[in-house]
């Protein structure tokens, strides 16, 4: 099942994104009078073709891109008639515009999803934290405030507001990206019987952290144990195949004891589960005002180098909307748009810095992920709702965007830097010159997607 909902959601994902990228090309074309011969998604033998007008719109077997066709003298003949709508005949800067049209629609388009989802509104957990883990950053950090506080709320990083835990994973990425060795907190002791009182700033250290370590919690390293509402263990999916679904758990029930012992929090249940991986428990469930007994197998998976266990069933976080630990952040049309703005510039800069790094060495190539892992990752997003699946593809987006300006030939940024060298020469660079750029730009891209492939497939097989 998980498999249907990768193909389905890498599908809609690359589906989506290939064609703003190609449309970007097409637009910009017909602007300048440039006849488009063939619109295609994906590569390969057409499964799929309609003409409308002159150009000829298709679906490629191989999903993996997309291309617009020009008419082009230097491909084929050209009517005398229709010379002056040939791409090659176009001046230098009308060509640049239409080659770059395609990876600025992406950043353009990345930025107008992040205003989307700003409207829409995000819902999180608010960052509030129990006492630190012992001899971790945090409690370092923290050893001279007041220790009678059970909880505190983390409102702001390095003067930016932050509402949820994922900001907060964020904030703690772009610092480590940026070589930053600490970052200022900004916390107020957090009372759930009253009210906030006096904050507290802080200075986290973070040279504790790798940013190698891609399958690293970099919170929890810190000494975030994050604080939660208690809800009760009412179920709201089972996953298929899982323990629960072939106990026959189901979506509405209420599991209320394991082994004679009544529990009443799903925290409660998720710790007890975890500590026992392949052992068999007796639990006992309410359905439709009716009790029932059922042995259940908890399945061994393996997490952060030990195995836990699994139970494969998801607590009814719609408790979570009526708590004061729950947020959901919505902004008005134009705070959207400014706030997606100020999200694409930092992704954008973040990003850049990643591919310096990568470049020189100073981190590893395992960062990059390739197609089995973006049709994972959309799957999983697909199934997590609309907000979940269209933040993958503003940053998918802004991601295919950078990488298209990359100044490697085959890309649009190779073509883009040969354009650059006929503005200043005023004459296109050689055949011979664009023959050596295309083999080495060949030669990259096929190392790249064989390093991103191994780096899939080790992900996948050490889960």
Do not use: C
Request: overall charge negative.
């Amino acid at each position: 099942m998980s498999i249907l909902w990768a193909v389905l959601g890498f599908s809609l994902l690359i589906g989506v994104l290939v064609t703003i990228h190609e449309w970007g090309h097409f637009a910009v074309a017909r602007l300048f009078n440039v006849k488009v011969l063939t619109f295609s998604v994906g590569f390969g033998r057409a499964i799929y073709k309609t003409k409308r007008g002159e150009t000829e719109y298709q679906i490629g077997l191989i999903p993996l891109g997309g291309y617009v066709k020009f008419l082009d003298e230097r491909v084929e003949s050209v009517a005398e008639h229709e010379k002056a709508r040939a791409f090659n005949q176009q001046s230098v800067y009308k060509r640049f515009a239409i080659v770059l049209a395609g990876p600025l629609i992406n950043l353009l388009f990345a930025w107008f999803l992040f205003a989307v989802i700003n409207m829409l509104g995000v819902s999180s957990l608010k960052p509030i934290f129990e006492a630190p883990t012992e001899s971790s950053p945090l409690a370092s950090a923290m050893v001279d405030l007041d220790n009678n506080h059970q909880a505190w709320w983390l409102v702001e990083i390095d003067q930016q507001a932050v509402s949820s835990w994922p900001q907060v994973q964020q904030a703690v990425l772009q610092g480590l990206v940026h070589d930053k060795t600490n970052l200022s907190l900004l916390l107020h002791p957090f009372d759930t019987e009253s009210t906030l009182v006096q904050p507290q700033r802080i200075e986290l250290n973070l040279s504790g952290l790798d940013l190698n370590n891609v399958k690293s919690n970099w919170l929890s390293e810190l000494g975030f144990k994050p604080k939660a509402p208690s809800l009760e263990p009412w179920i709201d999916e089972v996953i298929t195949g899982s323990p629960a679904f072939k106990a026959g758990l189901q979506s509405g029930d209420r599991i209320s004891a394991v082994n004679g012992q009544v529990v009443n929090d799903w925290q409660a249940l998720v710790t007890f589960v975890r500590a026992h991986p392949n052992e068999s428990h007796l639990i006992t469930f309410e359905r439709n005002q009716a009790q029932y007994d059922v042995m259940i197998t908890f399945e061994a998976v393996e997490q952060a180098g030990e195995q836990i266990g699994r139970l494969g069933a998801s607590v009814d976080q719609t408790q979570l909307q009526h708590s004061e630990f729950y947020t959901i952040q919505r902004f008005g049309l134009f705070a959207a748009f400014e706030q997606g703005w100020h999200q694409s510039v930092k992704l954008l800069n973040m990003t850049l810095v990643m591919f310096k790094k990568m470049l020189v060495g100073e981190v590893g190539l395992a960062h990059l992920s390739g197609p089995l892992s973006i049709a994972d990752f959309s799957g999983q997003a697909l199934q997590s709702g609309l907000i979940s699946f269209l933040s993958l593809m503003a940053l998918l987006s802004l991601s295919l965007g950078i990488l298209n300006l990359l100044p490697i030939p085959m890309l649009d940024g190779g073509h883009l830097m040969y354009y650059l060298v006929e503005m200043i020469r005023g004459r296109p660079v050689s055949e011979r010159v664009e023959e050596i750029g295309y083999r080495i730009g060949l030669m990259l891209i096929v190392g790249l997607t064989i390093l991103a492939f191994t780096n899939d497939l080790v992900r996948i097989t050490n889960g």
